[in-house]
């Protein structure tokens, strides 16, 4: 196997993206997969020979990555995201349709050699549930006849149709513009219209300014940006990088995707700005391998903006110089913890690193990194823009500037929407006619999860509060990436209890026993109350394991992936007892829990056979 000269052309260029040549192996094998399908043993060797690795490394980082495959699939690759806001709307059922009509089991090829069926995790198209992917295109919002018309072999391709920010909406002022993707629309707005001016500023003063804006990093651990800025060691002489985190996969997040698929430069200019200040000539913008729509739009924007002169040598002729390279990783949640995505961006597996030293003092490429999220980032214009001071004024204390909140799951209006950081309460987000309208007609509200899977659920009456970082840690929740997942009265919560302990189990890196070993055992309970051979003693072993992760873990994923078992014994606990004394879900007999236990005292629990 070799590549086509047009792709060997590509390769090549490529390489040139990165000091060391191991960078280049994700998109490598992209590219190989793309030509031939799969990834063969002598696809792996071809691989290997341009990138002076061994064939067992290569194989070794491509079995990390879920977009990787070791075996022939169909011509269409139908990929149905089951996690929690798309199986709410029905997408297991999309599986099982597709699967019992081409007559095989998931992850196998048609007898045709047309299709192959896959499940696949929270692809951050959360509101557009179903999300569905062929070959990378997207189908949201997809219903069994939709998925009819594609096996009948139509072409059938639709987005979520977002919707718009009540008022006067900033980080989303030109995502909704007719061609909003064109430089030629950004500038328009006014976009690159101050770059020159800001990239005359002092790189110490920019800091000091994002200081003052009480910026807080946006990817969920709302660290403040300007602080992590000047952690940068002053007098390292070795090169400085920051790197974009666009990796979005906490289930319930699909925010930063619509600025990497509807208003690209947005991003670049920002980029340029953020490098600039960080005393670097080099910044990488990692982005997710499923977003391909987002990945084409940036790099067809990055050419654009190297050819306006935006970027590259001399920059405006200030004599700043910044290189922006898009970098497309290959299906891994975990590629989203900022060492992690190093390691990957590094062409290695997606397995975070022991912390100290901080990525600040040592990072990619062993030099001093700034990792930040894409939303963070997409802020700086606009601070030296209008001022620190007009960017605090748009949130509340400590908790400055405009914020996007995303919100899927069982609300009429879902959607990724605009508003001051912490100026609206979460209950608004749910109910107001401005954000997601209210349930669904004749639903009730059961429980929240305020700000992606990670985040402790909330229950009906604790949703006055404010989605800032300090408002939801007072009710012992997160803001987390502002990812809201809703779920009303007609869902059981043992089962959003395993759904997202199955996408934990899935995504764990394996690095660490009691996550690895752990998150299998919760999810193993919870199927095993499901089945309803599920004991009272083993809701206690449940929790024995979520505290035997607590804490525990090299990264923060553990504290993560227990947080909806945790929150789900705490406060729903009563459900899980009904899973053990009558043998199974209460869906078989009712259409909420409460009618489950009238039934019950009537002695009517047990579904009729
Ligand atoms: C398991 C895990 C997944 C994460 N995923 C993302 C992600 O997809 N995007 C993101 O920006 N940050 C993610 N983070 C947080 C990053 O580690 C890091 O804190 C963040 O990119 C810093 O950017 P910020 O300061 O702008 O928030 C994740 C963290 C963990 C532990
Ligand atoms: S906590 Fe999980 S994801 Fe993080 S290092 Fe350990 S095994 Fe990997
Ligand atoms: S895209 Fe399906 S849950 Fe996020």
Not at 81 to 96: F, K, P, R, Y
Not at 325 to 338: D, L, N, R, T
Request: net charge neutral; charged share 25%.
């Amino acid at each position: 196997m070799e590549f086509t000269p047009e792709r060997k052309a590509k390769f090549d260029e490529i390489l040139k993206r990165y000091p060391v040549k191991r960078s280049a192996l994700l998109p490598a094998l992209h590219l190989a997969q793309e030509q031939e399908g799969w990834l063969s043993k002598e696809t792996i060797a071809y691989v290997a020979s341009l990138l002076d690795l061994t064939p067992a490394q290569v194989h070794d980082t491509a079995s990390y990555y879920v977009m990787f495959r070791f075996q022939p699939f169909g011509e269409r690759h139908i990929e149905v995201c089951t996690n929690l806001s798309c199986a709410l709307a029905g997408a297991d059922q999309l599986v099982e349709h597709a699967c019992k009509k081409l007559g095989v089991r998931e992850g196998e090829r048609s007898a045709d050699g047309k299709f192959t069926v896959t499940r696949v995790e929270c692809l951050a198209a959360c509101g557009g549930g179903p999300a569905v992917q062929i070959n990378g295109e997207w189908l949201e919002n997809c219903t069994l006849e939709d998925m009819d018309r594609v096996l009948a072999g139509e072409h059938v391709h639709r987005k979520f149709d977002w919707p718009k920010s009540a008022g006067d909406p900033v980080l989303l002022r030109n995502a909704f513009k007719p061609n909003s993707t064109s430089i030629d629309v950004y500038k328009a707005g006014g976009g690159y219209a101050k770059l020159g001016e800001w990239l005359k500023r002092s790189p110490d003063d920019i800091i000091e300014e994002v200081k003052k804006s009480n910026l807080r990093g946006r990817g969920g651990a709302g660290f403040p940006t300007g602080l992590k800025w000047s952690f940068l060691p002053k007098d390292n002489p070795k090169p400085r990088y920051l790197v974009v985190n666009a990796d979005e996969s906490e289930p319930g997040t699909y925010k930063d995707r619509l600025i990497l698929e509807n208003d690209p430069h947005q991003l670049i200019e920002a980029c340029v700005v953020s490098t600039h200040a960080l005393r670097s000539k080099t910044c990488y913008i990692y982005i997710r391998g499923e977003f391909w729509e987002g990945i084409r739009t940036m790099e067809k924007a990055v050419a654009e903006a190297y050819a306006a002169g935006y970027l590259g040598k001399n920059i405006l002729g200030t004599g700043v110089d910044v290189d922006v390279f898009v970098h497309g990783g290959a299906g891994a949640y975990e590629c989203g913890e900022e060492t992690a995505l190093i390691e990957s961006l590094e062409g290695k597996r997606g397995q975070p690193r022991i912390k100290p030293p901080f990525p600040a003092v040592v990072g990619l490429y062993g030099c001093p990194t700034i990792v930040n999220n894409v939303e963070t980032i997409a802020c700086v214009p606009l601070i030296l823009d209008r001022g620190a001071e007009w960017f605090a004024a748009q949130g509340v204390e400590k908790n400055g500037g405009p914020k996007l909140y995303c919100i899927s799951g069982h609300v009429k209006r879902p959607g990724t929407y605009e508003t001051g950081m912490g100026k609206l309460s979460l209950r608004e987000l749910i109910f107001d006619e401005k954000y997601a309208g209210g349930l669904l007609p004749g639903r009730r509200l059961k429980a929240v999860i305020p700000g992606g899977s990670s985040t402790p659920m909330l229950t009906p009456d604790e949703i006055d509060v404010p989605m800032s970082f300090d408002g939801l840690a007072q009710k012992g929740s997160m803001l987390g990436s502002a990812g809201t997942i809703v779920v009303d009265d007609s869902t059981s919560m043992v089962f959003v209890a395993r759904k997202l302990t199955y996408f934990y189990k899935h995504e764990s890196c394996g690095k660490c026993t009691p996550c690895r070993e752990g998150t299998g055992w919760m999810l193993r309970l919870l199927e095993k109350l499901e089945r309803g051979e599920g004991t009272m003693k083993d809701l206690d072993l449940l929790w024995k394991i979520t505290d035997s992760i607590a804490g525990k873990t090299v990264c923060p994923f553990g504290d993560a992936a227990i947080a909806p078992v945790q929150s789900g014994l705490q406060k729903f606990r009563a459900e899980f007892e009904y899973y053990v004394r009558n043998k199974g879900s209460w869906t078989r007999v009712a259409k909420t829990f409460e009618e489950a236990l009238a039934l019950e005292a009537r002695g009517q629990a047990v579904p009729a056979s």
